[in-house]
């Protein structure tokens, strides 16, 4: 059973850091891309970040750039997101993801979903 298992979200104060995890379990992950995504209230599902589980290559949304990074820990199957000077803006529901990646930008695209963890930013 393909399993993606979000955890370590929270309330955090504005300027403050939380890591989420993502812990990979029921398939061979090398040939997908994995990612995060967020949603907020009354929003679109958004990009947030990527990685390649055989190169480690990372990508980001510019709105995180530079604040936020994702790693990864092969022999552990778990990913990721270290998020550092956190703003009230960045308040959603994360969603650990894993597609193409060729598609993995694109929500709809996506082939598996976490469950979401909520990460709320107090101004």
């Known amino acids: 059973q393909v399993q993606l298992v979000e955890s370590g979200g929270g309330l955090v104060q504005a300027g403050g850091s939380m890591r989420l995890s993502c812990a990979a379990s029921?398939?061979?992950?090398?040939?997908?891309?994995m990612g995060w995504f967020r949603q907020a209230p009354g929003k679109e599902r958004e990009f947030v970040a990527t990685?390649?589980?055989?190169?480690?290559?990372?990508y980001y949304a510019d709105s995180v750039k530079g604040r936020f990074t994702m790693s990864k820990d092969n022999a552990k199957n778990t990913m990721y997101l270290q998020m550092n000077s956190l703003k009230p803006e960045d308040t959603a529901v994360y969603y650990c993801?894993?597609?193409?990646?060729?598609?993995?930008?694109?929500?709809?695209?996506?082939?598996?979903w976490g469950q979401g963890t909520q990460v709320t930013v107090s101004s």
């Open positions: 029921g398939r061979t992950w090398s040939n997908y891309a």
């Open positions: 990685i390649s589980w055989s190169s480690g290559s990372t």
């Open positions: 993801a894993a597609g193409r990646a060729y598609n993995i930008v694109d929500f709809t695209k996506i082939n598996y």
